[in-house]
Nanobody, 117 residues
Framework: QVQVVESGGDLVQPGGSLRLSCAVSGRISNYRRMGWYRQAPGKERELVALIIPNGETTYADSVKGRFTISRDKVKIAVYLQMNMLKPEDTAVYYC???????????WGQGTQVTVSS
């Protein structure tokens, strides 16, 4: 069993910052990639950012230059620093982990980010 737990979501004003955290525990020893996705009301879930074990990252065009994904080098954890937040960033943010080996995917329960004045 693998547990994926996000935290850090909140209500923030436009232009503000938030840092999301994702802790992974259980029967997983390594990963192929970790990432953040988001889903706004009435929209499909979309990729925000990905990171692989060597530190290489990928970002959605809409967040480039504003968001930074990083990983913990000791434990399996991933973070998302979000700066210059916009109302259109409002969504439930989900952490995703793809395990090494079989490539099984695990999702967290999501954390709400609301950007509003």
């Amino acid at each position: 069993q693998v547990q994926v737990v996000e935290s850090g979501g909140d209500l923030v004003q436009p232009g503000g910052s938030l840092r999301l955290s994702c802790a992974v525990s259980g029967r997983i020893s390594n990963y192929r990639r970790m990432g953040w996705y988001r889903q706004a009301p009435g929209k499909e879930r979309e990729l925000v950012a990905l990171i692989i074990p060597n530190g290489e990252t990928t970002y959605a065009d809409s967040v480039k230059g504003r968001f930074t994904i990083s990983r913990d080098k000791v434990k399996i954890a991933v973070y998302l620093q979000m700066n210059m937040l916009k109302p259109e960033d409002t969504a439930v943010y989900y952490c995703n982990v793809v395990a090494a080996g079989w490539g099984t995917e695990f999702w967290g329960q999501g954390t709400q980010v609301t950007v509003s004045s």
